[in-house]
């Protein structure tokens, strides 16, 4: 025979569910775009957690869409077959070589292993390039950087049939070109660009950084567009996180309610974003 008795963490749990319930409501039937990067491909636990977070999203009545990266698998694969990058201002030059092996990594090794971690946490997920059933069509960024490819002409259809069935659209950052080209898109740009095209509730975009922060070093946990042209105006963002947020800009400006800049090294960083009243990033809105 077992007993139990009451202690503070199963109460502290009961509690977090029962605040949780609003959020769970709120968010049910809605459509939330990852963006997944950085450290949590690096780790299998990493992996392992983030998958658990999205298969419980689907549970509980989100339409969740993935679209990863991939950079840091692209270097070791190029480097292994000793094929040479060229850059332009900082930009990778995705010449013919390149653009095979950019396909092959994405579509194949990480794509397909999201999909598996996903499968292993209960979830029904199906992976996807934006290549599939004409889900993005791009059209040449700039001639010198070779098979870059800019979002312009988008289907969600197939997307919408996977949510009918409960799966979980995973999605490499590839596009079709009008004559038969395969391009490569940036990962930001390419999960914007869907949010977008499906009116997403929520873009979360998950990097190794803990949000956009003010000029003293501070996290600013929720802030709007014109907040963010003032302070890339004047250089409190900067850098790498320019593109983020201009990613996060464009979206809202498309429809997308609102997008968040989140450190996807936090645990459950998915779920505190969207259930609590606090957040675990920065909240981009209108």
């Not at 459509?31 to 491909?41: D, I, Q, S, Y």
């Not at 997008?259 to 996807?264: C, H, K, M, V």
């Amino acid at each position: 025979m077992k007993t139990q008795e009451m202690n503070r963490d199963w109460i502290a749990t009961a509690d977090t569910l029962s605040r949780a319930l609003p959020y769970l409501q709120r968010y049910d039937g809605a459509t939330v775009v990852v963006k997944l990067g950085g450290h949590a491909m690096g780790s299998d636990d990493a992996m392992e957690s983030f998958a658990r977070d999205i298969v419980l999203l689907r549970q509980v009545g989100v339409n969740p869409v993935i679209v990863h990266g991939g950079g840091p698998m692209i270097n070791a694969m190029l480097e292994k077959l000793a094929i040479r990058s060229d850059f332009v201002n900082g930009k990778r030059v995705t010449d013919a070589a390149t653009v095979e092996v950019v396909e092959m990594v994405l579509s194949g090794v990480v794509n397909k292993r999201i999909v598996q971690a996903l499968n292993r946490q209960g979830g029904r997920a199906v992976g996807l390039s934006g290549k599939d059933a004409n889900l993005i069509t791009c059209d040449q960024t700039h001639p010198d950087l070779g098979f870059v490819g800019t979002p312009a002409e988008m289907d969600t259809a197939v997307l919408e049939t996977l949510f009918e069935r409960d799966m979980i659209p995973v999605i490499a950052p590839l596009g079709g070109g009008r004559h038969g080209e395969t391009f490569n898109i940036n990962g930001d740009t390419a999960a914007g660009a869907i949010a977008t095209a499906l009116k997403a509730d929520r873009l979360l975009l998950l990097t190794d950084v803990a949000g956009v922060k003010n000029a003293d070093g501070a996290v600013l946990t929720e802030l709007t567009a014109d907040d963010i042209r003032s302070l890339t105006q004047a250089g409190v963002i900067a850098g790498g996180m320019i593109p983020k947020t201009e990613t996060a800009l464009t979206a809202i400006e498309g429809g997308v309610r609102a997008a968040a800049i989140l450190d996807g090294r936090a645990p459950n960083a998915v779920l505190l974003e969207l259930f609590t009243e606090h957040g675990a990033g920065s909240l981009i809105r209108p």
